[in-house]
């Protein structure tokens, strides 16, 4: 689950080469974006983040319209709200990012960010690619880590144990495994590592 030192230093390096001013309306340190498939042990990788780096880090929880899970907490793994709700406070320009993923909406709010920052700790956001399109184009200026499984086979396990996902889904997997670094991809300056320590 250790990224390569080396890997480590060039972020730093890039990280230099921008401004540290924060944002409009934002304070605090830069967040973190974690984004990659469904499956791929965001969710696993974040737990572990909180558990041991709890007082450097602090966990952005986003907005979603689909149901809850199993073993889901409202206001711990995400506010689940209606398409109304959600909706309107998109339109009212409360939300840094939204996306539209499998018939629901997922998206990170100002006020869930602000949270985090206030209590100097360095936001975590976990975001899909759409959503990762979305903050490419605001003044937020995240560190972007990409998250991969570790090969086709071991993420269609994974998706197939949670039972969440459709056939259709399952037989797209090969288009969200592309790490963003490949040719003409428009993300750019992402930490990339596979995950394979994650159930």
Not at 60 to 89: A, C, I, L, W
Not at 138 to 167: A, G, H, S, W
């Amino acid at each position: 689950m250790r990224m390569p030192l080396r890997t480590l230093k060039d972020a730093e390096g890039q990280r230099g080469k921008q401004s540290d001013t924060p944002p409009q309306g934002m304070s605090g340190p830069r967040p973190v974006v974690l984004s990659g498939p469904s499956g791929a042990g965001k969710s696993t990788l974040l737990k572990r983040l909180l558990q041991e780096h709890g007082s450097i880090f602090g966990f952005s929880v986003s907005h979603t319209t689909r149901d809850p899970r199993p073993g889901e907490e409202n206001g711990k793994d995400y506010y689940f709200v209606t398409r109304e709700v959600m909706q309107r406070d998109i339109a009212a320009g409360d939300f840094i990012e939204h996306a539209e993923f499998s018939g629901n909406l997922y998206g990170t709010s100002k006020a869930a960010v602000r949270v985090v920052q206030a209590m100097n700790r360095i936001c975590v956001l976990d975001v899909d690619l759409q959503g990762v399109r979305n903050l490419k184009k605001t003044d937020l200026r995240p560190i972007y880590i990409f998250v991969q499984p570790p090969t086709l086979e071991v993420l269609e396990q994974r998706l197939r144990q949670r039972n969440t996902e459709t056939e259709e889904s399952l037989s797209s997997l090969d288009s969200t495994l592309h790490p963003p670094w490949w040719p003409g991809c428009p993300l750019q300056g992402w930490l990339c590592q596979p995950l394979s320590g994650c159930p």
